[in-house]
């Protein structure tokens, strides 16, 4: 742990609000800010309290806060009933109802623009189709859709009579997608012929079919919407198309009061094991979190025009697309394509052509985008911005600063949101208008979050930027409740290292002298590949899945685009090639990864080995195995190696 643990990067250079910006901001002076956090300290459930019953429009009015009996599964608003779809859409309606909600951009240009009268129209539509489907309250639906309206509709209309979602991002194999489905036993799946990304049009309909073709015994419809045209197979009895269906139910659907903690969602992420684990949301807590969060870190104002690039599929692509910018009754851009089509431009030509004021990505793009120079966005007005935000990994300095003079023309505060799938919303990020910002630190706590950072035994680190386990001591409203199907799990992931006292949220991270937080990595065995988390194991499980494979161990190697990049050992069946390469094979195997996961899993680079470095008791030594994907010297003690001569061939000597 302690070598895991240490800090390398010093950075003291300090941003200040720009005061123009704090004069306008919601909470624009550290002292109201430093208040709000000792009232949230003070009295953690009269704070969180107070603020549901303002945000919140509920059915029923809630008068527990939080029921801590069945510890660590907090319940939070109880006894409360709301619709979340209604808090999104339907209570805009009266106020802003021609007001877009949605300005939609096709990668090959196409436009629509959704107002929240619109949005309503559509969103109770489909949710009718799910109910003509069979769906009622509590069924799971699986969503696997491009990056479209629809997607956030589907969503919206599962909200609206109490469906759980579990979006599936896109990007996932066939072999992922039946995993998700069979785990979560959806008896529906939203999926569209296919979605533009890249110049190409990717199919969906395809990788459904195969998936259900291999198991999926729950599921009982899908419905297709036809996005590009690709006319795919349709199974009779099983396949509808999304228009011919909307078109034969009623166009109203009365929202369907749930209980707070009624699940909201499922999200498949990554662990420490091979197989990915269902997040569960609630209703209540989650979306008091997103609309929190959107005030306190985006600044939300009724003047702005927001735009989270992220993907529904991941969960930055929930809070800050789905849920969050509509219940605050915001108009957000939704972009289906990749920034590099047509050309590097695209981010900025966007921001510009669509009037945005806050922009939220992540800093593998950033740091992709700053790689074609700054010529590019000087093409573009970009100054509406006022306000940038990074999500997903940490972000270092250059890209920072670039991020800052570029793109901010050093005029607009960046928002380093620290949070997680599990967490719901942003935990550990700046209060743009009163924290001044240190580029690479997503700041401090934000109110009502009780982050700290602990040692082996629990015991808070004071020492300055002594490194340890980043933990979470209260429970918070946006939290996951379990893991779906599994709650042993739940309390063994977060909760059994401290006792069941501390969320332990799988973070190494240091605090500086100033208080201010700075992630240093993952604790265990899960990569970030620009910004998305990969479980080693799962890679290996995709990888020993071949029959040429014997054993497999995978690694993160830094990238300077992705943040990590995929190292694979692989040992196989029979013979090492002769040298140690094997193009043919090496192509095949990255491919193979591909399908049973999706091309963000793809190794960067396989190495074959006899066998893979073990300690005596038998324990792959990662750590070693890091150093050596990274080109490092290794520092390790290599003295309980098994076989101290596969050290050369690891390291690709011939
Ligand atoms: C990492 C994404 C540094 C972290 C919202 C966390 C970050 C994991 C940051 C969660 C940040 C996320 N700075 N690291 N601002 N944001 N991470 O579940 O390791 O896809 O545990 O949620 O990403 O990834 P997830």
Redesign the pocket.
């Known amino acids: 742990m302690s070598e895991n643990i240490q800090s390398t990067l010093v950075e003291d250079r300090l941003f200040p609000p720009p005061a123009e910006f704090s004069a306008e901001a919601y909470i624009g002076d550290r002292k109201v800010l430093a208040e709000l956090c000792a009232r949230a300290d003070a009295d953690h459930t009269g704070f969180w309290g107070g603020l549901a019953k303002r945000e919140i429009s509920w059915d029923k009015p809630f008068s527990v806060v939080l029921d801590e009996s069945r510890a660590p599964f907090f319940k939070w608003f109880t006894d409360g009933e709301l619709n979340v779809s209604y808090n999104c859409i339907d209570r805009h309606l009266a106020s802003r109802g021609t007001r877009p909600a949605i300005l939609f951009e096709g990668e090959k240009g196409d436009r629509r623009t959704l107002t929240y009268r619109d949005l309503h129209t559509e969103v109770s539509r489909f949710a009718n189709a799910l109910k003509a489907s069979g769906i009622v309250s509590g069924d799971r639906v699986v969503i696997y859709m491009p990056m479209i309206p629809e997607a956030v509709i589907a969503m919206q209309a599962c909200a609206r009579i109490g469906a759980i979602h579990s979006v599936v991002f896109g990007g996932f194999s066939a072999e992922s997608l039946k995993d998700r489905i069979e785990d979560a036993g959806a008896k529906l799946v939203v999926t569209a012929d296919g979605g533009n990304r890249g110049g190409k049009a990717l199919p969906l309909k395809a990788a459904v079919d195969k998936a259900l073709a291999g198991g999926c015994p729950s599921i009982q419809r899908v419905i297709v919407y036809n996005r590009c045209d690709l006319q795919p197979a349709m199974k009779e009895g099983r396949d509808v198309w999304w228009h011919e269906l909307c078109a034969t139910v009623p166009a109203l659907c009365e929202p369907v009061a749930v209980g707070a903690e009624h699940p909201l969602f499922l999200l498949y ?1 990554s662990g420490s094991t091979g197989k990915p684990k269902g997040v569960q949301h609630s209703s209540g807590g989650y979306l008091l979190h997103a609309i929190m969060t959107m005030r306190w870190v985006f600044d939300l104002r009724d003047s702005d025009v927001f735009w989270c690039t992220a993907d529904v599929g ?3 692509g929930h809070t800050y697309v789905a849920y969050g910018p509509l219940a605050c009754g915001a108009t957000q851009v939704i972009y289906e394509g990749v920034p590099t089509v047509p050309d590097a431009g695209r981010f900025w030509a966007n921001v510009q052509q669509l009037g945005v004021s806050i922009f939220y990505t992540a800093p593998t793009a950033i740091r992709a985008l700053m790689k074609f120079g700054d010529e590019i966005p000087a093409r573009y007005d970009l100054s509406r911005l006022r306000l940038l935000g ?6 270092n300095p250059e890209a920072w600063m670039w991020y800052h003079t570029v793109i901010g023309k050093e005029r607009c505060p960046i928002v ?7 967490t719901g919303g942003h935990m550990l990020a700046p209060v743009p208008g009163c924290i001044p910002l240190k580029p690479g630190s ?1 700041t401090t706590a934000l109110p009502g979050i009780s982050a700290d950072i602990v040692d082996e035994e629990g015991t808070p680190i004071t020492t300055p930027d002594a490194g340890g386990y980043l933990v979470i001591k209260k429970p918070w409203p946006g939290m996951l409740r379990t893991i779906w199907g599994d709650d042993d799990r739940y309390v063994r992931t977060y909760w059994g290292k401290f006792n069941n006292r501390y969320y332990l ?3 190494s991270a240091r605090r500086d002298k100033d208080g201010y937080y700075w ?1 240093m ?2 604790i265990d065995d899960v990569l ?1 590949v620009s ?3 990969l479980g080693t194991m799962e890679v290996e499980s995709a990888l020993v899945a071949h029959p040429r494979v014997a054993e497999a161990a995978v690694v993160g190697r830094p990238d300077p685009i992705k943040g990590e990049g995929i190292f694979a050992y692989v040992v196989l069946r029979g013979e090492r090639p002769a040298g140690g390469v094997d193009v043919v094979l090496t192509k095949e195997l990255r491919e193979w990864v591909s399908e049973q996961i999706g091309p963000i899993a793809k190794p960067d680079d396989i190495r074959y080995a006899d066998n893979l470095p073990k300690t005596r008791s038998g324990k792959i030594m990662r750590r070693l195995l890091r150093s050596v994907a990274a080109g490092q010297d290794i520092t390790q003690d290599t003295s309980t190696l098994e076989n101290p001569a596969i050290l050369a061939q690891l390291k690709g000597e011939v």
């Open positions: 992420t991941w969960v930055t990074t999500v997903g990994e940490p972000i380093d949101t620290w949070w997680q799938t599990e997503c949220a799988g973070d992630i990595g993952r970030n910004g998305h988390r």
